[in-house]
């Protein structure tokens, strides 16, 4: 079924799950009375307006302006008390947004998006004082009849996004950064769709949301991270909750904690107000008029902040468009207090717009990344690094793709061999495993299609894959999940360990027999109380490393004598930087038993390190995000990691994390593997690199 279809049917199913307070529509009941607009825009030179947007001027707050579209006669900039200070052509402007701290030539700047529905495309500005100024490295092509924009700062590693909407339900994403000459520009990173025409939007970025207004059939919420699920949430619907006929504009009103969604509902002429701090409950409804009382029948696009403008504006303004004016298309100004009074809403406590936004984690990015692999779905899984002593450019990674088999990649993320094997959930290698008489390097894999332990030779100089297995190598196991590898230090054995769902973990020494075989041999069985699947061992320590997803980052002794004593290193419940599931874990040496833990937490799309000696105390959590100019999207979902602390070429001179994407966005692929140098690592959590 088609993405468009199965949101159709989820918008169908959803409304019918409105709650109750929703269904309470009474348009029987009297109307609001009209809250008059202390001001109004001039009328617009094309005789249009569709959308606008607030800036704040954190120096001068009385020297706040309106941006404004104007369709053809492009983008506008208004004082508070209506007069236009200056315009510039932007095509045929339907929808603009702002955002402040956005950097261009390494300076912050106020930047401005602009939909233009005659080129269907997005074209930047810079507002400078009462001027806007292009900066736009080109107009960015869509391929839908745009109808509005609005841009989205991420909260996790303050990259900026817009997000156009259209006049087929498109809701398109795109990343947008500096290029290295000073302009602007963006790249796609999702698509996600409603069945039809949705007309405005906005985001909150504190929060992470994206609200849309699907003009005939209701009020949306979106996760607005594109590294998030994409699931909508109906907050408001026709004939079904308080909306009358079509939805029209949307805002946000921030003042401390008073948290307002705006929405008009252009039928009756009246603005909707719902409580973001109780899940966008419905509030009440006000209407609006011009100065001179005149009612305002359809409000249009809507713009709204919290802040203090004075001159009437003490506790914030809303915005709205008013297409039908008597003198000419505009926009009015209202004061945000006066809306709230009658309905009993609270102000707030009147705030600047945040200018800057505290990442949860410090950020890195990925150097490189995979071509995605063929399966689609959730498909890439564990990867395994193999070091190239001679050529550390020739590197290689071999990567599992769950659906149908193991990959092996270059460090340019080429594919330079596929093994069409089966299901293969993790791969894990080791060198140094003799075999009639020569050491090879030993790829093992849990295999889901057999139930067994897969067993491969890496062919380095062929780069490729040779299945070295004595026959199928059963498990016993339900469903072979989680793998590691184990070679002793102690004895020089080698042994591999392979998860159950059920929490079994299964450890098997890997036995060479004649003809170039390898088979394995059970020695333990240790189990835990919910699923585990990543695992690390410590070979000079005698240590295995195994995340249960649910519950907690464990130590128990490597060698099958150790039993299953076991040691808590963190624990979900104990440590807030981490969200199951725990997931790939692995291993950074620095020589003589110091270095790091990293593993997966997935929850929140993040990596958290721990001391490899001691009590393995916990030294900080990173997170990899987007680069726009490079194109490589972040990391999100991981399932499997591995890290190298020996050199792995350029870039990587000091080893790499490679980690598998969950989502892989910008623009949206099949899953790949993403490249991350651990000098990016070290230098965000201040630690030591080999």
């Not at 999702?190 to 949301?209: E, F, N, W």
């Not at 203090?308 to 207090?337: M, P, Q, S, T």
């Not at 790091?596 to 990173?622: E, H, P, T």
């Amino acid at each position: 079924m088609r993405k468009a279809q199965m949101l159709g049917f989820l918008a169908s199913t959803m409304m019918t799950a409105l709650p109750a307070a929703a269904l309470a529509q009474a348009p029987s009941q009297p109307g609001p009375a009209a809250v008059s607009a202390t001001s109004e825009t001039q009328p617009t030179q094309s005789g249009g307006a569709n959308q606008a947007a607030i800036h704040v001027d954190p120096r001068a707050v009385e020297a706040s302006r309106i941006v404004a579209t104007a369709e053809t006669g492009g983008l506008e900039v208004h004082a508070l008390d209506g007069r236009r200070l200056s315009s510039i052509d932007a095509g045929d402007t339907v929808g603009v947004a702002l955002r402040d701290g956005f950097r261009i030539g390494g300076q912050p700047a106020t930047l401005a998006v602009a939909a233009d529905g005659g080129t269907n495309s997005l074209r930047f500005f810079a507002l400078e004082g009462d001027r806007l100024r292009d900066v736009g490295a080109r107009a960015v092509p869509l391929d839908f009849a745009v109808e509005n924009v609005c841009l989205f700062r991420n909260a996790q590693d303050s990259a900026y996004y817009a997000i156009a909407v259209g006049d087929g339900g498109e809701i398109d994403q795109w990343m947008v950064y500096a290029t290295a000459d000073g302009r602007v520009d963006a790249r796609q990173a999702r698509r996600i769709s409603l069945p039809t025409k949705i007309k405005h939007c906005v985001a909150d970025d504190a929060g992470g949301q994206l609200y849309v207004a699907e003009q005939a059939t209701g009020l949306w919420r979106f996760n607005a991270d594109p590294e998030t699920d994409s699931s909508p949430v109906l907050i408001d619907a026709p004939r079904l909750g308080h909306i009358t006929e079509e939805v029209g504009g949307v805002a946000l009103y921030d003042a401390g904690p008073a948290r307002w969604l705006i929405a008009s509902d252009a039928s009756s002429g009246r603005l909707f107000f719902y409580d973001r701090g109780k899940d966008d409950a419905y509030a009440g409804a006000s209407a609006i008029a011009d100065p001179r009382g005149a009612a305002v029948k359809e409000p249009g696009g809507l713009a709204a902040t919290g802040a203090a403008l004075g001159g009437g504006f003490g506790h914030g303004l809303v915005v709205a468009a008013d297409e039908d004016a008597a003198g000419g298309a505009n926009y009015k100004l209202v004061a945000f207090d006066a809306l709230a009074a009658p309905l009993g809403l609270a102000v707030g406590t009147p705030q600047m717009p945040a200018s800057d936004i505290a990442p949860r984690f410090p950020a890195v990015t990925a150097r490189v990344e995979t071509t995605p692999v063929a399966a689609s779905g959730d498909a890439a899984d564990d990867p395994a690094i193999w070091h190239n002593p001679a050529d550390p450019a020739a590197s290689l990674i071999v990567g599992t793709d769950k659906k149908a088999g193991l990959y092996v990649y270059d460090m340019t993320g080429k594919v330079v061999d596929f093994a069409p094997v089966g299901r293969m959930n993790n791969v894990d290698l080791r060198e140094g495993f003799k075999l009639d008489g020569k050491p090879i390097t030993l790829v093992t894999a849990s295999d889901r299609t057999r139930k067994a332990v897969a067993i491969f030779r890496l062919d380095t100089a062929a780069r490729k894959l040779v299945d070295i297995a004595d026959g199928v190598q059963a498990s016993g196991l339900s469903d072979p999940y989680g793998l590691c590898m184990y070679k002793s230090a102690r004895s020089g054995r080698f042994y591999v360990i392979v998860s159950d769902p059920d929490g079994l973990n299964r450890q098997w020494e890997l036995v060479a027999r004649p003809g170039g075989k390898v088979a394995i041999n059970q020695v333990r069985d240790i189990k835990f109380g919910s699923q585990t699947e990543g695992c690390v061992a410590d070979d000079a320590n005698g240590a295995l490393y195994i995340a249960e997803e649910d519950v907690a980052l464990w130590r128990v002794g490597a060698e099958p004598k150790d039993g299953d004593k076991r040691r808590q290193v963190d624990t979900v419940a104990a440590n807030p930087a981490l969200k199951d599931d725990l997931e790939g874990v692995s291993l950074y040496d620095l020589g003589k038993g110091r270095g790091y833990l990293v593993i997966s937490s997935q929850g929140n799309n993040s990596y958290a390190v721990y001391d490899r000696d001691g009590a393995n105390a916990y030294r900080g959590s990173f997170a990899v995000v987007a680069d726009g100019a490079r194109g490589i999207d972040g990391i999100s979902e991981t399932d499997g990691l591995d890290v190298s602390s020996l050199p792995l070429g350029p870039g990587f001179e000091h080893g790499a994390m490679v980690a598998q994407d969950g989502r892989n966005v910008l623009p949206g692929e099949k899953q790949n593997f993403k490249i991350v140098s651990w000098t990016d690592i070290a230098a965000a959590l201040k630690l030591e690199s080999r």
